[in-house]
């Protein structure tokens, strides 16, 4: 009898364990939670950028063109992509989605990496995204230098990280917009 009680609750164990891991909706509802949680980011001197990390010449694709350090002061939405990228262009109706609700809390930079301009367009005027677009006309800095793509920083008006995401993300969810809400106050 003792044996057959361990042995279920072994089994259960390492059912849970599988539908965790096999269950994606639950799996990203879990990461969601604890990534976005204002809480849990971490803020601190180490995730601060300068000035000079921020020097960067962005011509404007369907905007105007500016530096990235002018925008410092304000909370950034910054995210580097490209047309060529799936899971990039997968995230695009969140992040236009987020930029509807956001726009007037929030500065919107994405950066396309190694497109066309030509291409860029394209790919706004087919799926009549509005989001602002720049390619970046100076190297950028090795402390934001995306290593995969999609990449998207949260920058803080003092040019703190308050959050970075390495993936393709649902930027319209409710935890995202109430995290933009509680960093922007």
Partial sequence: MEFLKKNIIYFLLVAVLLAFLLIKPLRDFVSEQ???SPTVAKINSETM?????????????????????NLRGKVLFLNFWGTWCPPCRAEWPTIQKLYDLKKDKVQFVLIAMQDKE????????????????????????????PAVFPTTYLIGKDGRILKKEDSSMDWSRDSVLEFIDNVTK
């Fill in 118 to 145: 030509e291409d860029v367009k394209k790919f706004l005027k087919e799926n009549h995204y509005t989001v602002p677009v720049y390619i970046a006309e100076s190297p950028l800095d090795t402390k934001i230098l």
């Fill in 34 to 36: 604890i990534a976005m």
């Fill in 49 to 69: 950028l300068s000035q000079e990390v921020l020097d960067i010449e962005l011509k404007g694709i369907n905007t105007g063109s500016t530096n990235l350090k």
